[in-house]
């Protein structure tokens, strides 16, 4: 038995936010943000928090499979921007949408946080545990961005995805298999310095910027490049893929560099790699819902087509998860 998507929406705020905004006061340019991330605009929510992207999400979600709130099992929020450090996002969004029945949680892995929230829904519908998950991938990366540092004001956005995960009515539809790591030793390299316990909010946290993302980016690209790629290589080689055999590379979106050396990897041309960086930036935990939403309202996703999954994020954090795409449209 497999468990899989049978449902999924996304959200994005209204307020579009292009490179040249950021060329008004800082020292940087169009063509530098475009030629080293494949940048060209994000979104970032004006007023709200993150539970006020997944909201719309979840609902529109809910709504095209024709479920109400109250059947929901199951909320899993995966995300690095909760609400609050407690509760958890997920009681949060249980409130707000009226799932009444639901249990849920908040999962951090960062960029990685849709794909360790997919492998555990899956395990939980699997397992008979609970009969579904809304499983929601959101962060507001604008809560915790320097927009005064160049190195990172430019790369991350906010946005949404939401998903439902159910029990597969043929088991040869939906998540089959999946590779996940986690290598503590890159914390150094991308972190939030303070407002936990290793370092409570302070006067002086703030006045030194520890409440910002803190990112080595080139050590994190150099990681990344890596880790992406062979995970995405080796669950190919696990599930005896070749390049046309899958449809779809659905990468994050942190790096267009970091994808095309992914799907170089992979022998895919860039045809069959879903990319929008170029409109939303890094939305963390939001890229790979938001791609595999839009691609299905495009019409690009079709029953049967093998979906290869990957990310690299913040612990670090990595992985890979095979899919073959089970719903009609
Ligand atoms: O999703 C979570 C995981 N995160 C990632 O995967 C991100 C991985 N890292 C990256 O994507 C890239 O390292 C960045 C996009 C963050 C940076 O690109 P880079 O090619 O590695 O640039 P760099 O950090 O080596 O910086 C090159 C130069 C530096 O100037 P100098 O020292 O050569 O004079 C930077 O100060 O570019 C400068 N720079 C900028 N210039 C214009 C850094 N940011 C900017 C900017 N505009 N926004």
Redesign the pocket.
Known sequence: MTATITSIAHYLPPDVYPNSY?EKY????DE??MA??GIAERRFIKDGATSDMIVPAARQCLEKRGLEPKDIDCIIVATVTPDHMFPSTACVVQNKIGAMNAWGFDLSA??SGFLFALVTASSLVESGTVKNVLLCGADKMSSILNFDD??????FGDGAGAVLIEKSKDKEYGIIDHILHIDGVGGPF?HQTAGGSYKPASIETVNNKEHYIY?D??A??KA?VVGMADVSLEIMQKNNLNAEDVAWLVP?Q??L??IAATANRMGLDKDKVMINIDKYG?T?AGTIPICLSEWLDMGKIHKGDRLVLSS???GYTWGAVYLRWGMNK
């Not at 800082?26 to 340019?29: A, I, M, Y």
């Not at 160049?150 to 790369?155: E, F, G, M, S, Y």
């Open positions: 950021f800082l020292d940087t340019s530098w943000i080293r991330t960062a960029c160049r190195a990172q004001a430019v790369l991308l990112q980016g080139q994190v690209f990344a994050h942190a790096n560099r970091i890094n963390t690299f994020g913040a």
